[in-house]
């Protein structure tokens, strides 16, 4: 085993345990939390299904409370008036008001009207006689002496489950004495039950009738599991009995006892121990629900498993690579970096020292030759690039870089260039006023505010003769802006002129022409090397200056015809051109109005070819 499969295993084994452990810590964390959010989410499911419940039976009071505090029926239960029964106990009320049971008893528990309704089926049945029992005159449903007194929740009906509402039966001003009660009734059947399911969106189902422990409940839907959930919820109903004896614990009144259980990986379910009218356990309340919330905790933990592992994967990781670099490396790399100076035989270079141990020491030694060593090294490179600064102030770069390699040039052909001569009026005659000296100061500051103005615009100063300067556009580097960049150029020169102050009465001026054409550029022989043009169109823009006008700017045909959309050109007309004959000039007078600067940039010309 080598030194980096013993780091490696050195540093991977604990790192993985104490990961191991934050992920086991973790995951009881997410678990428990994840837990408690689905034990709050079922108990609210189960909560909102009871609510529904109960808002159904307090829409039902309301309903019982506005017939019951009503003249017309307060007087029906002294006379037992038909036209009463007839106009108000039609098939049309007990659909409207989702009625299915209606019995008005008078105060010795006599019934003075009874009837049941399906609704369902759309017609009348007699009432189960477990209402009508339950209704007798030792009734505590009958509690005549108490006016405001009612009773409102789960009634059991035969094989029947009813939300009930009994309210005393007293004038439409709440005032009595009471003549009796109304018992309003509305089966909690499979189809209001699937209502509730519509409503709340769970899945849910009720069970209407559940026995004492002692008779082990009804055996078709309590298993064990629910019997050991419904013991603790009928003593907690027991409790609650026991402890307020003045009001009942009904449906409603406190919130009924309510038990989980997680039913498999998929499902859990929520119940809930209903107490019928008399305050004792009738319906036990069953919610399906999908763990939902169970499995996106499965998918956090397996999240974390994976982003831990990965953490796992990306330290170790890391801390070989720290290691290694640090230690591990350090002699190989020193050896490596010896090794490559001696083979570049660049003495520049400086092996890395790092720490403060004897391998660091040893580099340092070797820094400190090669600095001796570069001291002298540098004094050549000195004046190597002294004479390298020099060529490229006398030679386009690329063609520098050519000489530089291959100790030649080779001529270039260029199909499209635009070039500019310039020279100052009445040069001769400032020679006369001027010193030597003062005249050649006087033609640096002009020609090196000339050279800046190339520089800036992308061109190539080609020479300078006596007064005279000449510029190219569109070369070694073809560009298709090459005539408006010469354009710009000889427009900042008048500018340069204008501005330029010898302290006597009489400013310079200088001539401008301007030619666009075919040139072949390049160096030739071998001494005091210079970038130079030949052709045709050279000569013409040497005549362009030379036949101009002080102060302006003459351009050719070839010139104009690429200016002319951005550039105002003035025509000169025909003139005499020494060797070519009569040619049409112009003079470039400025940019056109509302025409901005050009963007200029010295960029390949697609298309235009350069050859050599």
């Keep these: ?102 019995v008005l008893v008078n105060t010795e528990g006599e019934v003075i009207y009874s009837n049941a309704y399906d609704l369902e089926k759309g017609e ?8 009508l029992a339950q209704l007798e005159a030792d009734s505590p449903l009958l509690r005549f002496p108490h006016v405001a007194y009612h009773h409102q929740g789960l009634m059991r009906a035969d094989d029947h489950l009813m939300l009930t509402v009994v309210e005393p039966i007293l004038r439409s001003d ?64 027991a409790t609650r009995r026991a402890a307020n004896r003045v009001q009942i614990p009904t449906l409603g009144r406190v919130p009924s006892p309510t038990r989980l259980y997680v039913q498999d990986r998929h499902l859990i379910k929520g119940y809930a121990l209903w107490p019928d009218i008399y305050g004792q356990p009738q319906a036990l309340l069953d919610v399906t629900l999908p763990r939902d919330i169970y499995r996106q905790g499965q998918l956090s933990q397996r999240s974390l498993g994976l982003a831990l592992l990965g953490a796992c994967i990306i330290s170790t990781g890391a801390i070989l690579l720290l290691l290694d670099r640090v230690i591990l490396r350090r002699v190989v790399y020193l050896s490596q970096e010896v090794q490559q100076i001696g083979r570049s035989n660049d003495l520049t270079q400086r092996v890395a020292v790092q720490g403060q141990d004897e391998l660091s020491q040893l580099s340092q030694r070797v820094n ?52 500019l001569f310039a020279d100052i009026v009445g040069f001769t005659q400032l020679s006369s006023r001027f010193s030597p000296i003062r005249l050649v100061e006087m033609l640096n500051d002009i020609f090196s505010s000339f050279d800046a103005l190339a520089e800036q615009f992308g061109l190539e100063k080609i020479k300078t003769i006596g007064d005279a300067y000449m510029v190219a556009a569109g070369l070694p580097t073809p560009r298709p802006d090459h005539a408006e960049a010469m354009a710009e150029m000889a427009l900042a020169m008048q500018q340069v ?32 090397f210079i970038y130079d043009l030949w052709g045709d169109a050279v000569n013409v823009a040497s005549r362009m200056e030379s036949s101009g006008e002080p102060g302006l700017i003459q351009v050719t045909a070839a010139t ?39 963007s200029l940039q010295a960029t390949p010309v697609p298309g235009v070819s350069v050859n050599t």
């Design 1 to 102: 085993m080598n030194l980096r499969q013993k780091t490696l295993l050195l540093t991977t084994v604990p790192l993985l345990g104490f990961l191991v452990l934050v992920y086991a810590s973790l995951s009881v964390i997410l678990q428990r939390s994840y837990h408690r959010l689905e034990q709050e989410d079922a108990q609210r499911n189960v909560q909102r299904v009871e609510e529904a419940v109960i808002s159904d039976l307090n829409h039902l009071h309301s309903l019982t409370e506005d017939w019951a505090a009503w003249d017309d029926t307060y007087q029906f239960m002294r006379d037992g008036n038909a036209a009463y029964v007839t106009s108000n106990f039609q098939k049309y009320a007990f659909e409207s008001l989702r009625m299915n049971v209606l």
């Design 174 to 237: 709440a005032t009595g004495p009471p003549r009796g009660a109304m018992l309003m009734g509305r089966y909690l059947n499979q189809a209001v039950v699937a209502d509730l399911s519509r409503r709340t969106q769970v899945s849910l189902t009720v069970h209407p009738k559940v026995d004492s422990l002692d008779n082990q409940g009804d055996s078709r839907f309590l298993n064990a599991d629910l019997q050991d959930l419904l013991e603790p919820m009928m003593a907690e109903i």
């Design 124 to 131: 009348f049945a007699p009432v189960p006689p477990g209402i």
């Design 560 to 598: 104009y015809e690429c200016l002319k959309d951005r550039y105002h050109l003035e025509s000169r007309g025909t003139i005499p051109i020494k060797g070519r004959g009569e040619m049409e000039t112009y003079w470039l007078r400025g940019r056109q109005p509302n025409v901005s600067p050009p």
């Design 497 to 528: 002129v204008a501005a330029f102050d010898l302290g006597e009465d009489d400013p310079i001026s200088i001539r401008i022409g301007i030619n666009t054409g075919v040139v072949v550029a390049g160096v030739i022989g071998t001494k005091k």
């Design 368 to 419: 400190d030759m090669l600095g001796e060593l570069q001291v002298s090294a540098e004094k050549l490179q000195e004046e190597q690039q002294r004479a390298e600064t020099l060529l490229l102030n006398i030679l386009p770069e690329p063609i520098a870089d050519e000489l530089m390699k291959t100790q030649a040039s080779v001529p270039q052909h260029f199909d499209e260039v635009s070039i």
